[in-house]
């Protein structure tokens, strides 16, 4: 294959006209009429945006001072969701990425332009696999493949001992979608390296370590909070890695309605990963009584396929947030360790 056609050449396709795609650019499913609903969101939402604008200040001038000064109304406000508007550059303040941006003028040009990878290929065949009914990525070759490419691609090469796994498209592509390539190259390495959280890249290292170590802390955590459940997935011999690997993977933005991911990313930028440890049970205490009838095939295909209402973020959200597992992930943690013994890795 030709690597310069994997990201110059632009094959125009249909673009759907604009009352087929969602608010975000998704193509949609159902047309539903629902214009009077709209109408009192966009109310409320521009009185979110005006408290967000003074909150952040031009282009984020005093966020900083605020988050210092009223940390616990920053933490709310996010819990209720960042305004869409306003996401991109707050995803970029709350992550560090913007600093990281500041003290690297010129590296991601650098590293798309003149660097090869050796993932350049891999990454050329998953792109199409990244959201693929959004108009953004749809066109093949199209702007949104060009970006994704060279996000992924400079990031191989900025730290080869990671390089490119499939799953970290959808990172960048949920990025990209709020910001430009540069931001969205920066807000990965923000992630990946821990600017500010514990660092991620343990997710895509050969054997995915920090994924086994997730898997094994969501599992205590399922027997903590939801014994019967957790009981009855051990005689039906279903354990995390059969649906949860991609919460973590991907901080669920693989299969997951795009307004819930939006705002879990929201608090897992802010908080960091245990959102994703709480959102998880979310889900299982919502579906418990459900769950619990069910034998391992049906298990299987229900815990990839939770019905609509429960991935409704006003509802699970604040479920969510009301699950205590700070202690619990520090002692599983240790257990872990203990078990592998293997060098401490960050949760």
Request: proline share 5%; charged share 25%.
């Given at each position: 294959m030709?690597?310069?056609?994997?990201?110059?050449?632009?094959?125009?396709?249909?673009?759907?006209?604009?009352?087929?795609?969602?608010?975000?650019?998704?193509?949609?499913?159902?047309?539903?009429?629902?214009?009077?609903?709209?109408?009192?969101g966009?109310?409320?939402?521009?009185?979110?945006?005006?408290?967000?604008?003074?909150?952040?200040?031009?282009?984020?001038?005093?966020?900083?001072h605020?988050?210092?000064r009223k940390?616990?109304?920053?933490?709310?406000?996010?819990?209720?969701?960042?305004?869409?508007?306003?996401?991109g550059?707050?995803?970029?303040?709350?992550?560090?990425?913007r600093?990281?941006?500041?003290?690297?003028?010129?590296?991601?040009?650098?590293?798309?332009?003149y660097?090869?990878?050796?993932?350049?290929?891999?990454?050329?065949?998953?792109?199409?696999?990244?959201?693929?009914?959004?108009?953004?990525?749809?066109?093949?070759?199209?702007?949104?493949?060009?970006?994704?490419?060279?996000?992924?691609?400079?990031?191989?090469v900025?730290?080869?001992a990671?390089?490119?796994?499939?799953?970290?498209?959808?990172?960048?592509?949920?990025l990209?979608?709020?910001?430009s390539?540069?931001d969205?190259?920066?807000?990965l390495?923000a992630?990946?390296?821990?600017?500010?959280?514990?660092?991620?890249?343990?997710?895509?290292?050969?054997?995915?370590?920090?994924?086994?170590?997730?898997?094994?802390q969501?599992?205590?955590?399922?027997?903590?909070?939801?014994?019967?459940?957790?009981?009855?997935?051990?005689r039906?011999?279903?354990?995390?890695?059969?649906?949860?690997?991609?919460?973590?993977?991907?901080?669920?933005?693989?299969?997951?309605?795009?307004?819930?991911?939006?705002?879990?990313?929201?608090?897992?930028?802010?908080e960091?990963?245990?959102i994703?440890?709480?959102?998880?049970l979310?889900?299982?205490?919502y579906?418990h009584?459900?769950?619990?009838?069910?034998?391992?095939?049906?298990?299987i295909?229900?815990?990839r396929?939770f019905?609509?209402?429960?991935m409704?973020p006003?509802?699970?959200?604040?479920?969510?947030?009301?699950?205590?597992?700070?202690?619990s992930?520090?002692?599983?943690?240790?257990?872990?360790?203990?078990?592998?013994?293997?060098?401490?890795?960050?949760?």
């Amino acid at each position: 294959m030709d690597r310069s056609r994997g990201i110059n050449d632009y094959e125009p396709g249909p673009v759907p006209s604009e009352s087929r795609v969602d608010r975000y650019g998704f193509i949609k499913q159902n047309v539903s009429n629902s214009s009077a609903a709209e109408g009192l969101g966009k109310s409320r939402e521009a009185r979110r945006v005006r408290k967000w604008r003074k909150m952040i200040g031009v282009g984020g001038s005093d966020w900083k001072h605020y988050v210092r000064r009223k940390p616990h109304v920053v933490k709310r406000r996010i819990r209720k969701g960042i305004p869409d508007c306003l996401r991109g550059l707050v995803w970029q303040l709350i992550s560090g990425s913007r600093d990281l941006l500041l003290m690297n003028p010129g590296v991601y040009e650098q590293l798309v332009i003149y660097e090869t990878s050796a993932s350049e290929l891999d990454i050329i065949r998953d792109i199409s696999r990244t959201f693929p009914t959004h108009v953004f990525f749809q066109q093949r070759h199209g702007p949104g493949q060009r970006s994704l490419y060279n996000v992924l691609k400079a990031y191989s090469v900025f730290d080869r001992a990671v390089g490119y796994v499939q799953g970290m498209g959808f990172l960048a592509g949920l990025l990209l979608l709020y910001m430009s390539e540069e931001d969205a190259f920066w807000l990965l390495v923000a992630l990946l390296k821990g600017a500010v959280h514990a660092p991620m890249e343990g997710l895509y290292q050969v054997g995915l370590p920090l994924v086994q170590q997730y898997l094994f802390q969501f599992e205590h955590l399922v027997r903590e909070h939801l014994p019967k459940l957790g009981e009855h997935f051990s005689r039906e011999m279903i354990n995390p890695s059969m649906y949860a690997s991609q919460w973590f993977i991907t901080v669920f933005s693989y299969s997951f309605p795009f307004p819930l991911a939006l705002r879990i990313w929201d608090v897992f930028l802010f908080e960091g990963v245990k959102i994703v440890f709480k959102v998880g049970l979310a889900l299982l205490k919502y579906c418990h009584d459900d769950l619990i009838n069910l034998s391992f095939e049906k298990l299987i295909h229900a815990l990839r396929n939770f019905p609509e209402d429960a991935m409704n973020p006003d509802i699970l959200l604040p479920m969510a947030y009301s699950i205590k597992v700070s202690r619990s992930l520090a002692e599983s943690k240790i257990e872990y360790e203990k078990q592998n013994r293997k060098p401490k890795i960050e949760a």
